[in-house]
Nanobody
């Protein structure tokens, strides 16, 4: 069983909203950086947003800042990505990854990351289309 489960993708019209969830089993999200990344057809994977469960610091890619919000619910062992004002260019498969070495959010929220993500969840398709 994968330690991470991703859910919440789907088809939405431009301007709409979706919320992705990255749920973990056991202690997979503890003392970690959790990152959301996406990959569109024919394009390289790119960072979207990351959060540290150590200090709560966050990072957003410029393309999503102001529209997406990353958050965590420790009681539910889940990290969320709330996506508002979605655009067709947000269409991609979205992945979450977890890293447990002591590296900053900024270092891990880039592609390729400076460190190594220990786990990846299965991707979730997000399609923004009218």
């Amino acid at each position: 069983q994968l330690p991470l489960a991703v859910s919440g993708g789907g088809l939405v019209q431009p301007g709409g909203s979706l919320r992705l969830s990255c749920s973990a089993s056991g202690s997979a999200l503890e003392n970690a950086v959790i990152g959301w990344f996406r990959q569109a057809p024919g394009k390289e994977r790119e960072e979207v947003s990351c959060i540290s469960s150590r200090d709560g610091s966050t990072y957003y890619a410029g393309t999503v800042k102001g529209r997406f919000t990353i958050s965590r619910d420790n009681a539910k062992n889940t990290v969320y990505l709330q996506m508002n004002s979605l655009k067709p260019e947000d269409t991609a498969i979205y992945y979450c990854g977890v890293e447990h070495t002591n590296i900053t959010v900024q270092a891990m929220c880039r592609w390729p990351p400076i460190g190594t993500y220990d786990y990846w969840g299965e991707g979730s398709q997000v399609t923004v289309s009218s």
